[in-house]
């Protein structure tokens, strides 16, 4: 607070002086029916005394209240005290840059002005998708990048001029609400960590496996073959085998079976090899718990499908994952698309590029406009249909330039952005829900 004869520059209104209204020290004034207009600003209080006055903005400030100190906050990114600014004004907001009409608060040494609710963003976070803590950045002296970043929880445009999460060690870049959003960021005591710039991450190896052993030979090389297994999700033994089977679905994927695989000799149980050396226990970026692998019926929270058999599963959360979600990083490639996509995670709704279906979970590519939800991007590179002869090959653009699209098994037309599976010994184009069915990850015993 700075006096200068009979003006006051207060934290209440920092862009005028206050003046001392001469006029409330003589004499008694009658507001009449607007006497909410003589309220003091700070107390809301009417009373006949001494008061200072803006009359710009129309407000007062008893005298005795204009002496009280000034109310701070200490945020923790920022090494001066903010101070309220009990009026409400347009401005933008140094921090996330956005402007809008509230009460800020001000450092006066920096005039850095912050929304309120910018003010408590923590120094610190950790997020599931980075192993290190990213601390909050806000001056372009700490973070100079001419070039345009991208936010790798969202995979959209960072403004470097204004407030951000950055890990130097990686170059790791995310906006203020994403790296926040209770589905980004990791709850953890952060005070519990020697080394504060990197969080120790699950170890994938698991101490058990998700099998018992119950017969293995040694090959020539030293190389040990299991033969036979006592897996968690089938009550036989299953034994190794390499032989071709005839259109067989894993009950671990729900995929077609290809050798080598396990087999249960009393009853038509399958599991790739692959798939029966599943850590039990993995972490997913779409989730912050550790996820178990156990065998269950669940609609998975990736691609949204119905599925039946191996889930990796936080079921304290209700979370479950089907086994080919649960593969795949916060970074694809993809035969689909020429440029590396990575997961875009937000909380409004992205469109696919391949199926137009809308998911707040989608790979964007940072090149262009490209999207791609899980559905999509899991889908089986070749797949076969009913009695027909040759597997159909997931295909990425039209088969050819005539404009005009159908599927060959619902006759309908086909868009032509979407993917599709295609015959090409037939000449045979069909939908991808026309090939793989309602549930493609279901099985049906």
Wanted: glycine share 2%; aromatic share 12%.
């Amino acid at each position: 607070m700075e006096q200068q004869q009979q003006r006051l520059l207060h934290f209440c209104d920092s862009k005028h002086p206050l003046v001392f209204d001469e006029q409330t020290s003589t004499v008694e004034i009658d507001y009449g029916k607007d006497i909410q207009f003589s309220n003091c600003l700070l107390c809301n209080e009417s009373r006949n005394q001494y008061t200072y006055r803006c009359f710009r903005c129309d407000f007062n400030l008893h005298f005795t209240c204009a002496s009280l100190p000034f109310p701070t906050m200490e945020a923790e990114f920022h090494d001066h005290p903010l101070t309220p600014i009990l009026k409400s004004f347009t401005f933008t907001c140094d921090l996330c840059g956005k402007e809008g009409k509230g009460m800020p608060y001000l450092c006066h040494l920096c005039s850095f002005w912050v929304h309120g609710r910018c003010a408590s963003f923590p120094r610190m976070v950790k997020v599931v998708r980075h192993k290190h803590l990213l601390h909050l950045t806000h001056s372009s002296l700490e973070f100079h990048q001419p070039d345009t970043r991208f936010c790798q929880l969202c995979v959209r445009k960072v403004d470097t001029r204004y407030g951000l999460y950055y890990c130097s060690r990686c170059d790791f870049v995310a906006h203020l609400n994403c790296a926040i959003d209770g589905r980004n960021k990791e709850n953890i005591n952060l005070k519990e960590f020697k080394d504060v710039d990197e969080v120790p991450e699950l170890n994938e190896s698991a101490d058990s496996a998700t099998y018992e052993v119950k017969k293995s030979n040694m090959k020539e090389d030293g190389t040990q073959i299991v033969e036979e297994i006592k897996h968690i999700s089938h009550r036989h033994d299953l034994k190794l085998t390499n032989e071709v089977p005839n259109n067989q679905i894993c009950d671990g994927c729900v995929r077609a079976i290809l050798p080598p695989y396990y087999s249960c000799v009393k009853c038509r149980f399958f599991l790739h090899e692959s798939c029966a050396k599943l850590p039990p226990k993995k972490r997913h970026p779409l989730h912050q718990h550790p996820l178990i692998l156990i065998c269950v019926t669940f609609r998975c929270r990736a691609c949204y499908q119905l599925c039946n058999g191996l889930a990796y599963a936080c079921e304290e959360c209700w979370f479950y994952l089907d086994v080919h979600c649960s593969l795949i990083s916060d970074i694809l490639t993809h035969k689909g698309h020429e440029h590396p996509l990575i997961l875009s995670y937000t909380t409004h709704k992205q469109k696919c590029s391949c199926c137009s279906n809308e998911s707040d979970q989608v790979f964007r590519c940072s090149t262009c406009e490209f999207a791609l939800d899980y559905k999509c991007a899991t889908l089986p590179h070749s797949a076969r249909y009913n009695q027909h002869e040759h597997p159909f090959t997931l295909c990425y653009r039209p088969e050819d330039d005539s404009g005009e699209y159908y599927c060959d098994i619902c006759e309908e037309e086909r868009d032509s952005k979407e993917w599709f599976y295609y015959c090409e010994d037939c000449s045979y184009p069909a939908h991808s829900k026309c090939i793989l069915g309602e549930y493609p990850n279901y099985k049906w015993r």
